[in-house]
């Protein structure tokens, strides 16, 4: 292997899907209380109704709508009063023509009624109901099954479960889904300059971001980080801790180290396994390094924490949501300034975003090294193509959203 034979972002993708451990498509059933967040690995159908029944969705009375028709503040309808309907229970009576019976909201609709009419459009006199609104056919009202039927399909393979998702789920009575198991993955920072994020950066010194930053990225897109590391451009305690960090963790990612120089001991060490390449056309992130050890990928990463931040989101978890058919978001924005791209490398550029009443707009930051505060105020990301020279001002592009 040749390092810094740089090969192109969609085949860096392809060996990244090629070489992932076996484990990445392990899957299990979990309850819906303890799901929010997880991915699901399968279909999920509905085996009910939702809703369950025909029901009320105000507080009024059910009535025949043909009955309050032609009923106005002036001219009230006059219905008989059979009673009311309790919650959670079924109506033993039903109403004819001239009749009504008093509903709560979520009450099951009696047989006869199709519409309710709110209680603060009526007066009650001595068993009599005046109605002073008309309604149509279903007003105030949601049918069984107006939103899920048997066999209808809730939500896709590859669909993040949140808690509205959770309480869809309850409701037509599935308490357990099947959802991908969260990889075991450990983060290593390397550099002599590092320090914990704790001490004064002083002296050349600066605080460890990339563990706290890869880390907390890693768990918001389902991983479980089983290991975190803190190393000197030490070779004995670089070979020490990615011994360590292996034999927890299904994938390792290191950040620091993987350019060519005197101290960089991730190639290195790194060589101990196959490397499968060392080199991206990437802007930001050309001296990725990803090796292999066993069935186990280890990801050598830039240390600059927005670079390294953006490879793993552009390469490593866009393959994975590919796998699981877990959609990546994107918008459309049309561009606000002429600006160039780095020809031979896809960019990727940074973008915030206005939207202007009518579309996005997207204007450009220029990051420099570790600026992270001004890389917060980015919204998204656009790939410039390795042939593309640049964007003109009022392009329409996409941008893949942070």
Do not use: W
């Amino acid at each position: 292997m040749d390092f810094f034979n740089v090969v192109s972002l969609d085949s860096c993708k392809e060996i990244v899907k090629n070489n992932l451990p076996s484990c990445i498509n392990d899957s299990e059933k979990i309850p819906i209380f303890s799901a929010n967040g997880y991915v699901l690995a399968e279909d999920i159908i509905s085996p009910d109704y939702f809703p369950p029944y025909t029901r009320s969705t105000v507080d009024g009375y059910a009535v025949i709508a043909k009955d309050v028709y032609c009923c106005s503040s002036s001219i009230p309808a006059f219905l008989h009063c059979k009673g009311k309907i309790l919650m959670g229970e079924t109506p033993n009576i039903s109403i004819s023509s001239g009749e009504t019976i008093k509903i709560p909201t979520g009450g099951i609709l009696p047989n006869g009624a199709d519409a309710v009419v709110m209680v603060e459009n009526i007066d009650e006199l001595d068993g009599e109901i005046a109605i002073y609104s008309p309604v149509s056919v279903g007003e105030n009202v949601v049918l069984k099954g107006e939103e899920l039927k048997p066999n209808s399909l809730i939500a896709k393979r590859g669909t993040k479960i949140i808690p509205l998702l959770s309480g869809i789920l309850a409701s037509v009575g599935i308490s357990k889904v099947k959802v991908y198991k969260p990889l075991n993955v450990a983060v290593i920072s390397t550099g002599d300059e590092l320090v914990d994020i704790e001490t004064d950066a002083t002296n050349g010194k600066i605080r460890d971001i990339n563990t706290v930053l890869l880390s907390n990225l890693l768990k918001s897109n389902g991983f479980n980080v089983c290991y975190t590391a803190r190393i000197k451009d030490d070779e004995q305690e670089f070979n020490t801790v990615l011994s360590s960090a292996l034999s927890a963790a299904d994938l390792v990612f290191i950040s620091g180290g993987s350019s060519i120089g005197t101290k960089d001991l991730t190639e290195k060490v790194l060589s101990q396994g196959n490397i499968l390449l060392h080199g991206i056309a990437l802007k930001p992130g050309k001296p990725t390094l990803i090796s292999k050890f066993g069935d186990k990928l280890v990801f050598g990463l830039p240390g600059n924490p927005f670079a390294c931040m953006n490879v793993l989101q552009s390469i490593f978890l866009s393959v994975v949501k590919s796998l699981h058919d877990e959609p990546i978001k994107y918008t459309y924005a049309y561009t606000t300034i002429n600006f160039p791209s780095s020809p031979g490398r896809t960019t990727l550029q940074p973008v915030k975003l206005d939207f202007d009443g009518e579309k996005y707009l997207a204007t450009p930051i220029f990051l420099k090294s570790a600026h992270l505060y001004s890389a917060l105020q980015a919204d998204g990301y656009i790939e410039l193509e390795e042939k593309a020279e640049g964007i003109y001002k009022g392009e329409k592009i996409k941008v893949y959203l942070f």
